[in-house]
């Protein structure tokens, strides 16, 4: 089963479906999987063309729609899949009956030496009114194994994270019973800039700012910028435009609909701007926005378990978590579209952009490289730096520095358990890095020994989007424990 090649990266997930397709013969018993991930990451176009492939049964659920006119709905999918006109089942059968019906069809019409199969898209809007849905695939699950149901493949796919991931937790019906649970990350910053078609790295760099690596984007916005000089407009033209399809307000509401447990959406978008903004515990969270700690703990609970936030720990001081916002789009909302709404609706875009420049190099451009860095240690340095089997954890850390009367952070930090594999420093700034640079990640690396670390084998690494100093480059040609990674480098294998 060859993955298309309209489909940019996800070469894992195409290969993990055709393991569950087609892994034991195709066929015995019903299999169940799950599919899940952020909206518009691209779980729809997968699964299509997964079903194309195969000659599968594909049938999408909508939202707000009520039980009987989402099985007339189900009825009618299975109807054409068979060739029979929609209304062929006439009056919507009940969901047992349906589920049955929908197997056997996809059975008797699976290609040949094709495995049946059916995918049942964004499935939380049905159960929304459905909620034995579950219990009746479980059933099917349980007869299928005894001989007495359907089987073929059953795949289940959500935006709703919270609802996809519930379906599997402590007693539910189908626990123990899913064979596939995948879950659909954002394409990586080089995937991403790949899809956009953009060559140079610093436009690929600020449009993976913007928008991370989201395919569902590039079919809403048809222009990307082909260089950095393009950049500018590219934003004013499709982000900061209210009557453009992406405009970060308009989506970022969407986004948090998609959950039911988010009804009081006002106070969701009050905790994401405090984190955006820079508050990263509980505490500054709740006072940013007037409240006390324990007031935003379940929302940022719900907030972390959607893919909004993350939580991450400091890897020095493991009690210490950081929260800052994982979605790039949610991050450039509330801090460029939000606070100057009003201006955009006036259709002022241009003076809006200029004002937020200074913001958008400083809370956005800058902690987004830093993420980067972190993206390219940990997925792509082991193989362009020759160490196959990785660099362990990696993440971000500060060492106090008692002697120097100062506290260091540490953008990227790698360690094996207590060998520290790479320590590094990523700037994205208007001025080449130099030695200083270079002496600080000693300096560090000297602070690390001294609290008892390995750091026998380290690799100091050197991040800037402007480039390097000619003595600095000049050292690390004659150092091989020094690496200096520029944006060529970073989107491109060395």
Not at 313 to 332: E, W
Request: with cysteine.
């Amino acid at each position: 089963m060859d993955k298309p090649t309209t489909i940019v990266g996800r070469d894992r997930q195409w290969r993990s479906t055709e393991r569950f397709l087609f892994d034991g013969g195709i066929d015995g018993p019903l299999r169940i999987g799950l599919v899940s991930g952020r909206r518009r990451t691209g779980k729809t176009q997968l699964l299509a063309a997964a079903c194309k492939e195969v000659g599968g049964l594909y049938t999408v659920c909508v939202q707000d729609e009520g039980d009987r006119a989402a099985r007339a709905r189900f009825a009618g999918t299975i109807a054409e899949h068979a060739g029979l006109p929609a209304s062929a089942l006439g009056q919507p059968e009940p969901w047992e009956r349906l589920l049955r019906s929908a197997l056997e069809t996809a059975a008797r019409t699976a290609r040949t030496g094709q495995p049946p199969l059916v995918v049942i898209d964004e499935f939380p809007y049905a159960t929304a009114n459905a909620p034995q849905l579950p219990s009746l695939i479980q059933h099917l699950y349980d007869a299928s194994q005894n001989g007495n149901g359907p089987g073929g493949r059953l795949v289940l796919c959500g935006s709703a994270l919270s609802v996809m991931h519930e379906l599997l937790s402590g007693a539910k019906p189908l626990r123990g019973r899913v064979m596939m649970d995948l879950r659909l990350p954002a394409l990586d910053y080089r995937e991403a800039a790949r899809l956009w078609g953009i060559a140079d790295p610093a436009a690929a760099l600020r449009v993976h700012a913007c928008v991370g690596g989201i395919p569902g984007y590039r079919s809403l916005i048809t222009s990307a910028p082909g260089s950095i000089g393009e950049f500018d407009e590219w934003v004013i033209d499709n982000l900061l435009t209210t009557d453009i399809g992406v405009f970060t307000h308009t989506e970022v509401d969407y986004l948090l609909r998609e959950d039911p447990r988010i009804s009081s959406r006002a106070l969701y978008f009050d905790i994401l701007s405090a984190v955006a903004s820079g508050n990263s515990t509980p505490s500054k969270i709740g006072a940013a926005i007037g409240r006390d700690a324990n007031s935003v703990r379940y929302p940022i609970g719900v907030l972390e378990s959607a893919g909004y936030l993350t939580k991450s720990q400091d890897m020095l001081r493991a009690r210490k978590p950081t929260i800052t916002v994982s979605d790039p789009v949610i991050r450039f909302d509330r801090l460029i579209t939000a606070p100057h709404l009003g201006q955009l609706e006036f259709g002022r875009a241009q003076r809006v952009w200029q004002a937020a420049a200074p913001t958008f190099r400083s809370n956005i451009l800058g902690a987004h490289f830093e993420e980067l860095a972190r993206d390219w240690t940990l997925r792509f340095a082991p193989d362009e730096l020759g160490s196959p089997a990785g660099f362990g954890d990696v993440g971000f850390a500060t060492v106090q520095d008692n002697p120097g009367r100062c506290k260091h952070e540490i953008d990227v930090l790698a360690m094996v358990g207590q060998r520290v594999t790479v320590i590094g420093e990523a700037k994205a700034t208007l001025d080449r890095r130099g030695l200083p640079d270079l002496e600080r990640l000693v300096r560090i690396k000297e602070l690390l020994t001294d609290l008892g670390h390995d750091t026998t084998d380290v690799v100091l690494a050197l991040f800037c989007t402007t480039g390097f100093t000619v003595d600095l480059e000049r050292t690390a040609a004659s150092r091989p424990d020094i690496q200096l990674i520029d944006l060529d480098r970073l989107y491109q294998p060395s």
